[in-house]
């Protein structure tokens, strides 16, 4: 996926592969957000738990999901969301 | 064999074959243990009467706080200030493992945020979870839950409580619980 993600952008989060060090909440995956803002760019954990260098370094966003889109039986008004951070290579393009 | 008696044995390996001195742990686990809600209180009440300082801890925590002689030591870890409006109400959660906490201005999380309750319920039922605390918020108010999952922690900066105009740092820093940095509550009001 491209480096940088514009803010406003729709992605949707990668389902997690059970033997990597993924750390994607299971109630985003699969699921769509929205891109927030760009937070920086870190070493990647994935490489750095599997005692890596954690090379190449990941872009990680703050990804925003409006709770009535995630939980059918959210009652609360529409723009409630939970925000996220996620690596670029745990997201794809929704 | 139990837990604490392994990660001594670990910990001394460590210690014997120079992977790590003894004073390093000491200094990471006294980073870890020695901040106490007062000192994120100190800094809230100094964002509210500093604007320009507000400005710096909302821009760049880590530097913010390190002005203030907090939270220095603590490089793994990538703190964010963010503020609770008439409009908008923040709460910090950390579904994965209870991360999220400002450990390096609050010190050690209280149970009911590592317990599995909360950590399910923030993301799911944020309101409900407020209402619990005491804190009812208007259908105008948005809210925004926080899941921290990375090295990323968060410092809630609540409103600042009306007729508190007058008040000194320290009166102020007295009226911010610690439930109000992580955005479960407000802050006190004014004593009438």
């Given at each position: 996926m491209?480096?940088?993600?514009?803010?406003?952008?729709?992605?949707?989060?990668?389902?997690?592969?059970?033997?990597?060090?993924?750390r994607t909440p299971a109630y985003v995956q699969g699921r769509p957000g929205?891109?927030?803002?760009?937070?920086?760019?870190?070493k990647d954990p994935e490489s750095l738990a599997y005692g890596g260098d954690g090379l190449p370094e990941r872009e990680l966003y703050q990804v925003a999901f409006i709770l009535r889109e995630l939980w059918d039986a959210y009652a609360g008004p529409g723009p409630d969301s939970v925000r996220v951070n996620l690596y670029e290579h745990w997201l794809e393009h929704a | 064999v139990s837990a604490a008696t392994r990660i001594r044995a670990i910990e001394a390996l460590l210690v014997e074959r120079g992977v790590l001195a003894r004073e390093d742990l000491r200094f990471v686990i006294d980073n870890l243990t020695t901040p106490k809600p007062a000192d994120g209180a100190a800094?809230?009440?100094?964002?509210?009467?500093d604007p320009a300082f507000e400005r710096r801890l909302l821009d760049d925590a880590n530097a913010a706080i390190r002005e203030l002689g907090?939270?220095?030591a603590i490089a793994f870890t990538n703190l964010f200030a963010v503020q609770n409006t008439e409009r908008l109400h923040h709460v910090v959660v950390g579904t994965l493992d209870a991360s999220g906490y400002p450990r390096?201005?609050?010190?050690?999380?209280?149970?009911?945020?590592?317990?599995?309750?909360?950590r399910a319920r923030a993301v799911r039922e944020p309101r409900a979870v407020?209402?619990?605390f005491g804190t009812e918020l208007g259908d105008e108010v948005e809210v925004r839950v926080l899941d921290a999952v990375s090295h990323d922690r968060y410092l809630v900066i609540p409103r600042r409580p009306d007729s508190s105009e007058g008040l000194q740092p320290s009166a102020l820093a007295a009226l911010v619980t610690r439930e109000s940095m992580v955005g479960l509550e407000e802050a006190r009001p004014v004593a009438a």
């Open positions: 491209a480096s940088v993600l514009a803010p406003g952008q729709r992605v949707r989060v990668r389902p997690a592969t059970a033997s990597r060090h993924h929205t891109i927030v803002r760009h937070v920086g760019r870190f | 800094v809230v009440a100094r964002a509210w009467s907090f939270g220095g390096q201005l609050l010190g050690p999380p209280p149970r009911w945020y590592k317990s599995l309750a909360y407020l209402r619990e």
